[in-house]
């Protein structure tokens, strides 16, 4: 039986957030290493992507997938404790016809349905959805659309895996797997 290039995507990046899902705890793991959570991170922003409706989509604005600090710089000033963080940001079509909240609603409670809880994250402009026992989470924001110059509205998603221990921001580990954001 064959199958979609989705529902392959959709499967693998099931297996790798059950994987993510056993490595919950609020102290850092030494389960796991950076490079071992950066596959499951972007195969689940890459799932998250794929229910976007093509027909609302004009454009991906950008990709990034970088290692972050899951400290401030003043408690961790090597930044040896690292998340993965993968993101996409999309330009929606600019029509009166396109609801990007409703866009939202229905990407977020797709998630909602396979047992993810929906919350916010700083602002009501960000929700937040986690699954028990996992320290992976999804973020999906919105920028509305410009009516001046009409320019769609913008939706973007960023998945970040769970906290581990590494050799710091300047380590070969670290650059090796690509850029290293410590803002």
């Not at 609801?99 to 009501?124: C, K, M, N, P, R």
């Not at 919105?142 to 009409?150: L, R, V």
Request: aromatic share 4%; with cysteine.
């Amino acid at each position: 039986m064959a199958f979609s290039l989705t529902a392959r995507m959709t499967a693998a990046a099931a297996l790798c957030a059950l994987l993510l899902t056993g490595c919950a705890s609020s102290a850092p793991t030494d389960e796991l290493t950076l490079a071992q959570t950066k596959s499951p991170v972007q195969l689940l922003r890459n799932e998250a992507a794929s229910r976007m409706p093509d027909e609302v989509v004009a454009q991906i604005l950008n990709t990034q997938d970088e290692s972050t600090n899951c400290r401030t710089p003043e408690t961790d000033p090597e930044g040896l404790l690292r998340s993965w963080r993968s993101i996409i940001r999309f330009q929606l079509v600019y029509s009166d016809s396109i609801d990007a909240a409703a866009v939202v609603d229905d990407l977020a409670a797709s998630f909602v349905d396979q047992g993810w809880e929906q919350g916010i994250y700083g602002t009501a402009s960000i929700i937040e959805l986690t699954r028990a026992g996992s320290e992976t989470n999804v973020h999906i924001s919105i920028k509305k659309a410009n009516e001046e110059d009409q320019v769609g509205a913008e939706i973007q998603l960023a998945v970040a895996g769970p906290c581990v221990m590494t050799g710091g921001k300047e380590s070969g580990e670290v650059r090796d797997l690509g850029p290293v954001d410590d803002k």
